[in-house]
Nanobody, 122 residues
Framework: VQLQASGGGLVQAGGSLRLSCAAS????????MAWFRQAPREEREFVAA????????YYADSVKGLFTISRDNARNTVYLQMNSLKPEDTAVYYC????????????????WGQGTQVTVSS
């Protein structure tokens, strides 16, 4: 599985962005998909995950109610809608795929995209 993340950019605090992650391969719906992020000098942090069917989602407490993860299995794409962005959301955002239940454990994800930069100005 190859993953290509896009949609990052520069946005003012309070604004919104939608990230996309397109996957190659034939069995996209088999994989739980997740978003992680990494700020400068910080460890990679879990953001959200969604099961293969899309029926189960899991969020980090810091983004619950602000970010929404979704997927379109017909398009082999997972999305992260980010609303009410804050400067502390500034990071490189990575999508990941794994044969797992939705989890915040990065070791459960076998495939990673290259990351897309999100910068939130104050």
């Amino acid at each position: 599985v190859q993953l290509q993340a896009s949609g990052g950019g520069l946005v003012q605090a309070g604004g919104s962005l939608r990230l996309s992650c397109a996957a190659s391969g034939h069995t996209f719906s088999y994989y739980t998909m997740a978003w992680f992020r990494q700020a400068p000098r910080e460890e990679r942090e879990f953001v959200a995950a969604i099961s293969g069917s899309g029926g189960s989602t899991y969020y980090a407490d810091s983004v619950k109610g602000l970010f929404t993860i979704s997927r379109d299995n017909a398009r082999n794409t997972v999305y992260l809608q980010m609303n009410s962005l804050k400067p502390e959301d500034t990071a490189v955002y990575y999508c990941a795929a794994g044969v797992t239940i939705p989890t915040m454990n990065p070791r459960r994800y076998d495939y990673w995209g290259q990351g897309t930069q999100v910068t939130v100005s104050s």
